[in-house]
């Protein structure tokens, strides 16, 4: 079945840059899209379409494609930015499914 | 302002059922797709199901399909999700979700709205 594969765990201080990964075999014909999910929160859209940001996200938060890996980053990360990141896509090989990455917990030092 | 209540959440049995609500408001509910995604105790997001606009093209996950059923009452402004023959497995904070697309497998399927959950606890 296909998989989306993030890093469980990174860590940055406070104004460094973070970068989180996501790969799968599908991503160079699928778009991806991030999720942030805070502590006791509901997730929230972050990037959609690789690339874009929805109105009232950060500049800070930026996305890139390359091959079958897409990336999430965090320029100037804050405090605030601790949580968790997904990353999702879909499959449509089948049946059309939706796919989420592991997941990855972004700490702030 | 795009708002979503999800509802119906509780404890059941190992092989009972449920039905869990989403009532939308601030949208035209019609237009949209929408999407249950559950989270267990300490794990990550898992896709449930998905529904288009129209309410007739939907999917499911492996994990659940012949066992939950998806659907929406556009009149109600509400989504649905039925689950039978619940499992331990089961366990989980069940979200609802918009997509800003209409069909589920237009390229764009993701989800710009959430709520807040509701919590599935299946246990003797």
């Known amino acids: 079945s296909y998989e989306l594969t993030q890093p469980p765990s990174v860590s940055v201080s406070p104004g460094q840059t973070a970068r989180i990964t996501c790969s799968g075999d599908?991503?160079?014909?699928?778009?991806a899209y991030w999720y942030q999910e805070k502590s006791g929160q509901a997730p929230a859209l972050v990037i959609y379409?690789?690339?874009e940001r929805p109105s009232g996200i950060p500049e800070r938060f930026s996305g890139s494609s390359s091959g079958t890996t897409v990336t999430l980053t965090i320029s100037g990360v804050q405090a605030e930015d601790e949580a968790d990141y997904y990353c999702?896509?879909?499959?449509?090989?089948?049946?059309?499914?939706?796919?989420f990455g592991g997941g990855t917990k972004l700490t702030v030092l | 302002e795009v708002q979503l209540l999800e509802s119906g959440g509780g404890l059941v049995q190992p092989g009972g059922s449920l039905r869990l609500s989403c009532a939308a408001s601030?949208?035209?509910?019609?237009?949209?797709?929408m999407t249950w995604v559950r989270q267990a105790p300490g794990k990550g997001l898992q896709w449930v199901s998905g529904?288009?606009?129209?309410?007739?093209?939907?999917y499911y996950a492996d994990s659940v399909k012949g066992r939950f059923t998806i659907s929406r009452d556009n009149s109600k402004n509400t989504l649905y999700l039925q689950m039978n023959s619940l499992r331990a497995e089961d366990t989980a904070v069940y979200y609802c979700?918009?997509?800003?697309?209409?069909?589920?497998?237009?390229?764009?399927?993701?989800?710009?709205?959430w709520g807040q959950g509701t919590l599935v606890t299946v246990s003797s």
């Open positions: 999702q896509s879909a499959d449509s090989s089948g049946t059309y499914r939706v796919v």
């Open positions: 601030g949208i035209t509910f019609s237009n949209y797709a």
């Open positions: 529904i288009g606009g129209s309410g007739s093209s939907t």
């Open positions: 979700a918009k997509s800003p697309v209409n069909i589920v497998v237009e390229t764009g399927y993701y989800f710009d709205y």
């Open positions: 379409k690789d690339t």
């Open positions: 599908a991503l160079p014909k699928q778009y």
